[in-house]
Nanobody, 126 residues
Framework: QVQVIESGGGLVEPGGSLRLSCGAS????????MAWFRQAPGKEREFVSA????????YYSDAVKGRFAISRDTAKDTVYLQMNSLNPQDAAVYYC???????????????????WGQGTQVTVSS
């Protein structure tokens, strides 16, 4: 089993930045991808970014490409999401997900991930 815990959400003004953290514990050696999803009220959970846990390759949705950056610290089993130039459309609950079997073509599909954090709220408002 793997446990995933997010932190770092909060309130930020438009144009501001936040960094989210996602710590994994348990049987983390088998994890293939770790990803960030977000869900705004009344909307479906959407893919934000993912990182291959071993090779470090990164992937982004078009909505965040160029503004967000995902990174990993393998020694700490932690993944980060640096979010810059935030706008009100980025406001959502952000979830960290991890899985040992998800394949590249499915990294943006929430149902492909077995392990989820509890979510952290990101609010963008002046």
């Amino acid at each position: 089993q793997v446990q995933v815990i997010e932190s770092g959400g909060g309130l930020v003004e438009p144009g501001g930045s936040l960094r989210l953290s996602c710590g994994a514990s348990g049987r983390t050696a088998s994890l293939r991808y770790m990803a960030w999803f977000r869900q705004a009220p009344g909307k479906e959970r959407e893919f934000v970014s993912a990182i291959n846990r071993r090779g470090g390759h990164t992937y982004y949705s078009d909505a965040v490409k160029g503004r967000f950056a995902i990174s990993r610290d393998t020694a700490k089993d932690t993944v980060y999401l640096q979010m810059n130039s935030l706008n009100p459309q980025d406001a959502a609950v952000y979830y960290c997900a991890a899985d040992s079997n998800v394949i590249l073509s499915a990294i943006g599909v929430p149902s492909q991930y077995d392990y989820w954090g509890q979510g952290t709220q990101v609010t963008v408002s002046s």
